[in-house]
C-alpha cells in the first residue's frame, strides 16, 4: 500500500536534516548559509502543500536540495545573460546594440581587473587627462582638429547646446526635430540643456534664407541633425552641410552636424547604402559634428563630439562634462575599436557588427538549411520550414534600407506561437525572434554559434512549449 498523505507529511526532512546532506552542503559551500537555508525551507513548504493538496510530491533530502538548487540558480541567474538576437535587427537597441570586437574585450577586461593610467602622465609622473587616451586617434580616423567623448551621443548633443546656446538661442530646421528612442526629442533636449529652440523652415523644405531670417543677437548655434530614424519623401528641400557652415561662419554662430549613428567608413563598399561620414562632415565645414560609439560605429557605448580644437575645447571646459565622462572599461574599448579603422580593408571580418551587415544571404541560408532538422526535432508539432526574410541594420540607422536574409520559419495554429516564444525567452540562454505573417520568424544573420543554438533548443521544455 502506497504511504497516506498524513504519513508523507511526517516524513517531510527538516531544513537542518537537508543542509546536512551532501545536496544541501553543496548549496551552502555554493551560495552561502542563509540563502541556501531560505530556498530549502521554500522548497520544503512548497512540498507540504502539494502532499495536503492530494498531490504527488518528492520528499528525499536529494530532492528537495535540488528543488531548491533549481531555485537558487534562477534567482542568481544575471539578467544580462548571453541571449541569441534571431530579431533580424543586428543593431537591435534592446538587446544591446554592438557587439564589441575580440580586441576590445580583451582591452577592456584588462582595464577593468588592473591600475591603469587613465588620468595619469607616465611620461611626466603627473596628472593627465582621460580623453588624452583616443584624441590620436580621434584625429586620425575623422580627420578633425581635436575630440572628446562622453558617455552617448544624447550627452554629446546635450553638452554641446548646453556650452554654447545656454541661454541663448539654437537654430533647427522643422525637418529635423527628431525623436530617438524612449520619447527623447530635441526640443526637450533644447529645454534642458537651458537653450531656447529655434524653427525654421517648415516640415519638408527649407531653405538659406530660412535660416538667415533665424539668425539673431540671441543665437548661440546651428544645429543639422540627420534624419537617421526616418525619411521625408516627395517634394522636399534641405540645406546641405556645406552650405549651413557658410551661413553660420558668416554670420559668427556655432555649427554643430549631429549625425547620430555615425560610421567612419563608406558603408557602400559593403553593399549597403551609404550614409554620411564622420569626416565628410568635417570636411563640410562644422565647427562639431556628434555621433554614436555603438552603433554603426561597432564600439562601446559613448558619444563623440570632434571638430574645431577652439570649440572642442570649449566643451571640455564645461562642468557638466564630468558628469558625462566614461569609465576605464570603455576607454580603453573604444581605444582598441578605433585602431581597428587603420586597417579598412579587414573590417567586415574584424569588427563584428560590419561583418553580421556584410552577410551573404547565400551564408545565411545554408545556415538555416544546416539547423532546420535540429529544430524540428526540438519542436515537435511545429511545423519549421527554411525561408528568406529581410534583416534591419537597427538603431535608427538606415530606417528604411533592408538587407537580404534567411532563417527559420516555425508555424502552428492558434495561440502556439506565442507559447513558443515565451518558452524561448525563458530558457537559460534566451533565443528572441519576431512573429510575422503568421509565423515566429528566427532570422539567423546575427547568429554565429551554431552548436550553441542547437544545443540550447534541446533544452525547451516540450511539455510547455508544444500545443
Known sequence: MSASPASRLRDLPGVDDV?????????????????????????????????????????????????????LAARDRSSLRPLFNLTGTVLHTNLGRALLAETALTAAAEAAGHAVALEYDLDTGRRGERDDHVRALLREVTGAEDGTVVNNNAAAVLLVINTFAAGREAVVSRGELVEIGGSFRIPELMTQAGATLREVGTTNRTHPKDYVAGFGPDTGLVMKVHTSNYRIEGYTKEVEAPELAGLARAAGVAFCNDLGSGTLVDLSRWGLKKEPTVREAVADGADLVTFSGDKLLGGPQVGFVVGRAEAVARVNRNPMKRALRVDKMRLAALEATLKLYRDPDRL??????????????????????????????????????????????????????????????????????GRLAAALRALPRPVIGRVSEGALVLDLRCLEDEAGFIATLQDLPHPHAVP
Open 19 to 71: 543542509m546536512r546532506h551532501a545536496g544541501g552542503a553543496a548549496l551552502v559551500t555554493r551560495f552561502g548559509r542563509a540563502e541556501a537555508a531560505e530556498a530549502i525551507r521554500a522548497a520544503v513548504a512548497e512540498a507540504r502543500t502539494a502532499l495536503r493538496s492530494g498531490a504527488d510530491a518528492e520528499i528525499s533530502r536529494e530532492a528537495v536540495a535540488a528543488e531548491a538548487g533549481r531555485r
Open 348 to 417: 567586415d571580418r574584424t569588427l563584428p557588427t560590419l561583418r553580421l551587415l556584410a552577410r551573404p544571404a547565400a551564408e545565411i541560408r545554408a545556415l538555416a538549411e544546416r539547423v532546420r532538422p535540429a529544430a524540428a526535432a526540438a519542436l515537435p508539432g511545429f511545423d519549421v520550414s527554411v525561408g528568406d526574410c529581410r534583416s534591419q541594420i537597427g538603431s535608427g540607422a538606415l530606417p528604411v534600407d533592408t538587407i537580404p536574409s534567411a532563417g527559420l520559419f516555425v508555424r502552428a495554429g492558434g495561440d502556439a506561437l
